[in-house]
T-cell receptor
Framework: GDSVTQMEGPVTLSEEAFLTINCTYT??????LFWYVQYPGEGLQLLLK?????DKGSNKGFEATYRKETTSFHLEKGSVQVSDSAVYFC??????????FGAGTILRVKS | DTAVSQTPKYLVTQMGNDKSIKCEQN?????MYWYKQDSKKFLKIMFS???????INETVPNRFSPKSPDKAHLNLHINSLELGDSAVYFC?????????????FGPGTRLTVT
């Protein structure tokens, strides 16, 4: 079945450091891919999405490119802030639009 | 105006009890979902409804019964609660059940079974 694997955390960075969170997927066909963010005590917010190969999703300085050849959708940000501290989930859209999530990566940014 | 709302936000109850969680969306969406997030933050779909019809029913104990009285509401009733049911339950909605339709999540209901 469909699955998503993302790098384990926690990832701890200093403010203004470069961020990469790796995400790879296994699926039949070419699903839409998403990054969601969960701030402490809150629900999930859609961060960005890509619907086909080579699409780049971007939002709030975060970017991810849909790579069909490597079945990857890595999340990047050039300069993180303390306010980016959260849990980040990579997900794909499967049958009936159900989201299949990775395990989540905790990001901690220190000032 | 909250797009997807859930009540209650916190629910503490004893084993064996029956409880319900309610979800409402005011986005005019056709499709609604229930997800469960366990203590390790892992998220998994439980159910989804499209236009009040059940379309996804993952491997969930039949103690869990969803009900959709109309397109804007999706409730989750849980019978005979067990310790392992302790989790955060998220409701979500999307415009359609089509692949890639963006899902909007509620704030979650933290259920603690003692």
């Amino acid at each position: 079945g469909d699955s998503v694997t993302q790098m384990e955390g926690p990832v701890t960075l200093s403010e203004e450091a470069f961020l990469t969170i790796n995400c790879t997927y296994t699926a039949t066909g070419y699903p839409s891919l998403f990054w969601y963010v969960q701030y402490p005590g809150e629900g999930l917010q859609l961060l960005l999405k890509a619907t086909k190969a080579d699409d780049k999703g971007s939002n709030k300085g975060f970017e991810a490119t849909y790579r069909k050849e490597t079945t990857s959708f890595h999340l990047e940000k050039g300069s993180v802030q303390v306010s980016d501290s959260a849990v980040y989930f990579c997900a794909l859209s499967g049958y009936g639009n159900k989201l299949v999530f990775g395990a989540g990566t905790i990001l901690r940014v220190k000032s | 105006d909250t797009a997807v709302s859930q009540t209650p936000k916190y629910l503490v109850t004893q084993m064996g009890n029956d409880k319900s969680i309610k979800c409402e969306q005011n986005l005019g969406h056709d499709t609604m979902y229930w997800y469960k997030q366990d203590s390790k933050k892992f998220l998994k779909i439980m159910f989804s409804y499209n236009n009040k019809e059940l379309i996804i029913n993952e491997t969930v104990p039949n103690r869990f019964s969803p009900k959709s009285p109309d397109k804007a509401h999706l409730n989750l009733h849980i019978n005979s609660l067990e310790l392992g049911d302790s989790a955060v339950y998220f409701c979500a909605s999307s415009q359609t059940a089509g692949e890639g339709s963006e899902q909007y999540f509620g704030p979650g209901t933290r259920l603690t079974v003692t």
